[in-house]
């Protein structure tokens, strides 16, 4: 944290452009962030944040409530190191030096190898820079976009939903529904809080699922994950992914690491992996699971049908530890948010 490089005005501007940032889509290929620029009284004489890939950047949607005259000399605080580059729109670094911006106080680093840079350029042009305010607020809040951003594949989610005693299905296979109705209509805000819905061809070929965000009362919701399918078996023509508002990706292979970069080239950012025991143990045994969402009935089934199956763990100091980050009760369900601790990390 740089608060002693900043003022209490420019400190309370960036705790209002976190806000800002959060009226910006959560799901995409941009981040979500604010900005707000003070005037040499510190007085907020405007606003701005990002409304998507695409759109104006939060610094050029708040210098174009600006004149000329009020840009000259003021202060912009904005949560995210102005851009440097020109992707789908201009760099922002260079707009800010070509107004005469006196000031820029950003909370966290671009980590993107052609966006960042841009404190650098403002410093280079005589503009005083100040980064890391509130840096780890803004680390939170874009958790899994910077992740997506350092490590070029998308932010991994992956949720099942089992018997107390850890079973996904009783052993003749049934499973509808082992979780109640508020365990799954949070999965479905959970669906679409994403870019992308991951299943195996298993689980099209077994469940026949639709893959959309739905509410209760069964519309689907604003925005909708892309449905991806992974594995080598053929889907039939008539399968109800083939419903689905947004074109599926099919992925004819099991390569997950593969698999991922190729969304990541796609755009996606972010994944909810639904995809059955053998996908989800695929994708924390390989270490691609970033958060799990263990939705937990109060019933019993035993049985052979696990939730998850082979993790690559055969004996216990191989085991695979949770951080757990928070225990809801829905109905009678619990749900469980939790991120498995890397090795080494
Ligand atoms: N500083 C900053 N403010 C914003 O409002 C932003 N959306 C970004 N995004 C950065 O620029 C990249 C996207 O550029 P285009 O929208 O394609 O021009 C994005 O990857 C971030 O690095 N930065």
Redesign the pocket.
């Known amino acids: 944290m740089n608060e002693l490089d900043t003022t209490q005005a420019e400190q309370a501007a960036m705790r209002r452009a976190i806000v800002l940032a959060g009226n ?1 889509p959560h799901y995409g ?3 979500q ?3 707000v620029v003070l005037d040499a009284e510190g007085t907020t004489i405007a606003e ?3 409304r998507g ?9 708040a210098l174009s409530q600006l004149t000329p005259e009020q840009a000259q000399g003021s202060t912009f605080v ?6 440097n ?6 760099p ?1 670094a260079q707009a800010l030096i070509e107004a005469g911006v006196g000031r820029v106080v ?1 909370a966290a680093t ?3 190898h ?3 840079g ?1 404190a650098q350029r403002l410093r280079d042009a005589g503009i005083k820079v100040v980064g890391g305010l509130l840096e780890d607020e803004v680390e939170e809040l874009l958790e899994e ?1 910077m992740l997506a ?1 350092r490590l070029h594949r998308p932010h991994v989610t992956v949720k099942w939903a089992s018997s107390f005693d850890g079973r996904a299905a009783a052993t003749d296979g049934t499973s509808q529904w082992i979780s109640g109705p508020q365990s799954r209509e949070r999965v479905h805000v959970q669906r679409s809080a994403a870019d992308a819905i991951v299943v195996g061809t298993g689980t099209v070929l077994a469940d026949n699922p639709s893959l959309t965000a739905r509410t209760t009362s069964g519309d689907l919701h604003d925005h909708q994950p892309i449905p991806v399918i992974i594995g080598k078996r053929q889907i039939p023509g008539d399968a109800q992914i083939h419903q689905h508002p947004l074109e599926p990706l099919v992925i004819g292979h099991n390569d997950l690491h593969a698999a991922l970069s190729e969304m990541f080239d796609q755009g996606i950012r972010t994944v909810y992996v639904e995809g059955g025991p053998t996908l989800a143990s695929a994708f924390i045994a390989q270490g691609l699971a970033d958060r799990l969402y263990i939705f937990q009935a109060p019933v019993l089934l035993g049985g052979d049908k696990l939730a998850l199956g082979d993790l690559g763990v055969s004996t216990l100091s191989e085991r695979i530890d949770l951080e757990v980050s928070s225990v809801e009760n829905l109905g009678d369900d619990i749900l469980i948010t939790a991120k498995p601790i890397r090795k080494g990390a």
């Open positions: 910006g290929v941009n981040p962030v604010g900005c701005g944040w990002h890939a695409g759109t104006a950047h939060a610094e050029v949607d904005v949560t995210l190191e102005p851009c580059h020109t992707g789908r729109t201009g922002c950003y671009d980590p993107g052609a966006s960042s841009g976009w951003a």
